[in-house]
């Protein structure tokens, strides 16, 4: 039910942009996440666009650099991710669900995911 795209290979310094498409569910209506892995890592929490509100919320690791998005007309959301370093790459996963703020950072917390997609950034 959730579409991740447009992970690749850039350099140190460069610019992508995520997107997550939604089927079967609103995204107005859930929380919209975006965790990341690494081998051997557990999932991290990078940013989330709140449901209700539209608050986002960002990674100290991130702050600054990425920005989360929704359009609730296109029932998509994004990640625009500038200034990557070599240490942003992962398989970034898109996720939906309904936290508690004190869980929001909690990938147990969402019940929706997309399948991964991988960015991989060059020093």
């Known amino acids: 039910q959730l579409q991740a795209s447009g992970g690749g290979l850039v350099q140190a310094g460069g610019s992508l942009r995520l997107s997550c498409a939604a089927s079967?569910?609103?995204?107005?209506?859930?929380?919209v996440t975006w965790f990341r892995q690494t081998p051997g890592k557990e999932r991290e929490f990078v940013a989330a666009?709140?449901?209700?509100?539209?608050?986002?919320y960002y990674s100290d690791s991130v702050k600054g650099r990425f920005t989360v998005s929704r359009d609730n007309i296109k029932n998509a959301a994004y990640l625009q991710m500038n200034s990557l370093k070599p240490e942003d790459t992962a398989v970034y996963y898109c996720?939906?669900?309904?936290?508690?703020?004190?869980?929001?950072?909690?990938?147990?917390?969402?019940?929706?995911w997309g399948q991964g997609t991988q960015v991989t950034v060059s020093s």
């Open positions: 996720a939906a669900g309904r936290p508690v703020i004190t869980g929001l950072m909690m990938s147990n917390q969402y019940g929706y």
């Open positions: 079967g569910l609103t995204f107005r209506s859930y929380t």
């Open positions: 666009f709140r449901g209700s509100g539209g608050s986002t």
